[in-house]
């Protein structure tokens, strides 16, 4: 189960840039990695070469079906990434309450990312508090 989370209370510490280059790193190891945004920043796409135009991804559709595996972006850095989506402000805070209410739109997806054992997730976690932070597994509430 190779989970990485970088997370930090405190927004503008270089997490998202820490993310990319662990995430390449591991791939220059050999490693099969997906990086994964969590943070409605949807910033981490741009340190691997997506397109600006490419406003796609798996938190921003959720809430529409997306299957997570349809939001995957492979990018010339070898590292599959899985970009948060462009969000306005208060569809991030929608999803936020989305994931409150149906907490399994995220961890179901998590589970099967991890149950591939060869699979390295680095996750890039928002900034604040955050539900994300909290033990997992845990109880939906």
């Not at 209370?9 to 791939?27: Q, S």
């Not at 991804?57 to 299957?67: I, P, S």
């Amino acid at each position: 189960m190779p989970l990485i989370c970088i997370a930090s209370p405190k927004g503008g510490v270089g997490k998202t840039t820490l993310a990319a280059n662990l995430a390449d790193a591991l791939r220059r190891q050999g490693r099969r990695v997906l990086a994964m945004d969590l943070d409605p920043q949807n910033a981490l796409r741009l340190h691997f070469g997506v397109a600006l135009a490419d406003r796609g991804g798996f938190l921003a559709q959720a809430a529409q079906g997306l299957n997570w595996r349809d939001a995957v972006r492979q990018t010339p850095a070898g590292v599959a990434l899985l970009p948060h989506g462009t969000v306005a402000m208060a569809d991030a805070l929608a999803t936020v309450g989305l994931l409150e209410r149906a907490p399994d739109l995220l961890l179901g997806p998590l589970r099967e990312m991890l149950a591939d054992p060869a699979l390295i997730v680095v996750a890039d976690l928002p900034p604040g508090p955050s539900r994300v932070l909290e033990p997992w597994p845990r109880t939906p509430p």
